[in-house]
């Protein structure tokens, strides 16, 4: 019997690598593996409608039991695979089991950073158990510090104060996002943040964590009942370096997402691949999505190469941020009602190479949806119509 192809990792890049196998026609052994004990699922709503309790795993899940074993996928669940052997093709799992692999792909995606010490009342947020741990302590008048002021501290502060939690955010840098949005967004967010009653502290260091307060630097002490630490995640690129496959800040892969390993491929948070020259990993869901199915596509002998236009969202309060592309050319700015934003980002032909939105509702979407078909279309656009809230961007896309 031919060996199976194997994907290490059931999360969004992983599971999508799995379904997309199958949609395209292989016929043979699949074998997805995972540490959790859950199907693969999506992670954002775990921030959001899951932490606020609208939301439960199965509306996160990329398909049911019923669908996997229908598409003959094995899905091994809380079984991490704790070494790997490329130039044996095969891979040993934690209950001890090897397994051959025809061709592997590595989806391990990352896990949260955390702080030195652990303590009782800290809480991190990366995987769904995480998110019903937390949930269960946010409780109306509980009293929260959130550490981190990038999008998961900002979304979690905006659903515990949904909640009725105090919430006070800690950022250690001058301004909020400041890594992935530009300053105006991060003094929206910051405005918004306070409006809707967050204490928010910008350059603040933290000294350290009691059972009942934090302890800033600076000597104040602020009273709490939990600590969220929303300071970035790791990649989990262990199980890849031990075996000799090339890492860098992530599990390194060429333009068709294979790694230094010629049956191997990585997808997703854990991926770095280059970007205009530069080493880079993306972590967002439409980066997992697009990964997961272009290295699906490659394990069956496409040899595609992967060509990206970066994007994200975020939702806090009822407001949705948007972004396409790349925001470092030259700035036009359309506001939008009640306060939102459009910001265009033109290079020197007027050539739009990223947009950001920001906006009430899901306005913002649609406006990025448009900007990413303006992106890709390649015209000169005229920086006076961008400007101008009552020139649609629909009809600039006929140039
Ligand atoms: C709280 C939260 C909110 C987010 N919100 C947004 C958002 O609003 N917008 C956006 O664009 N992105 C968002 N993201 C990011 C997005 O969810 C991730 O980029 C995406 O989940 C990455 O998918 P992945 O498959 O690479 O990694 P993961 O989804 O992390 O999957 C990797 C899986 O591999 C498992 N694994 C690791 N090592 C092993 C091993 N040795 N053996 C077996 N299994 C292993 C992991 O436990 C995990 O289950 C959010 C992320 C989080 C955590």
Same mark, same amino acid.
């Given at each position: 019997m031919n060996a199976p192809l194997i994907i290490v990792g059931a999360g969004h890049a992983g599971g999508r690598a799995a379904l997309t196998l199958r949609e395209e026609g292989y016929g043979g052994r699949l074998i997805l593996i995972g540490?959790?004990?859950?199907?693969p699922y999506e992670r *954002?709503? &775990?921030?959001k409608g899951l932490l606020q309790g609208s939301t439960d795993l199965a509306q996160c899940s990329l398909c049911d039991s019923q669908q996997l074993a229908a598409l003959g996928v094995e899905h091994i669940a809380?079984?991490?695979?704790s070494r790997l052997e490329p130039q044996h093709h095969r891979l040993q799992m934690a209950d001890g089991q090897w397994l051959s692999y025809a061709g592997l792909l590595l989806a391990t995606g990352g896990r949260a950073r955390r702080l030195p010490r652990e303590q009782a009342n800290v809480f991190y947020l990366r995987t769904h158990d995480d998110a019903l741990v937390l949930r269960n302590e946010l409780k109306p008048g509980a009293r929260l510090v959130v550490v981190g002021g990038g999008f998961i501290g900002l979304e979690v502060a905006a659903t515990a104060r949904g909640l009725g939690c105090e919430v006070t955010l800690l950022e250690a840098? *001058?301004? &909020?996002a400041g890594r992935v949005v530009p300053p105006v967004i991060s003094d929206a967010l910051l405005a918004l943040h306070r409006e809707q009653g967050v204490d928010v502290r910008l350059n603040v260091a933290l000294e350290c964590i009691h059972a009942d307060a934090v302890q800033l630097v600076d000597g104040q002490r602020l009273p709490c009942d939990l600590v969220v630490v929303g300071i970035g995640m790791q990649p989990n690129i262990e199980l890849a370096a031990a075996a000799g496959l090339e890492v860098g800040q992530g599990i390194r892969v060429d333009a068709q997402l294979?790694?230094?390993?010629?049956d191997i491929y990585a997808a997703g948070d854990v991926c770095e691949f280059r970007l205009a020259g530069l080493y880079q990993r993306q972590e967002t869901w439409r980066n997992a999505e697009a990964q997961g199915r272009l290295a699906a596509l490659n394990l069956l002998g496409r040899a595609l190469a992967f060509e990206t236009i970066p994007g994200f969202w975020s939702d806090q309060y009822a407001w949705g941020l948007h972004t396409v592309g790349v925001m470092t050319a030259r700035m036009v700015r359309r506001a939008l009602p009640d306060g939102g934003l459009l910001l265009f980002y033109l290079d020197d032909h007027h050539r739009l190479q990223g947009a950001c939105g920001w906006a009430l509702g899901n306005r913002a979407a649609k406006d990025i949806k448009l900007c990413e078909r303006l992106i890709t279309a390649r015209i000169p656009l005229d920086p006076v119509s961008l400007a101008d809230p009552d020139v649609s961007l629909k009809p600039l896309l006929r140039g």
């Open positions: 540490d959790e004990a859950h199907l *954002p709503p &775990l921030s809380a079984n991490p695979v840098g *001058p301004r &909020l294979r790694t230094s390993a010629a």
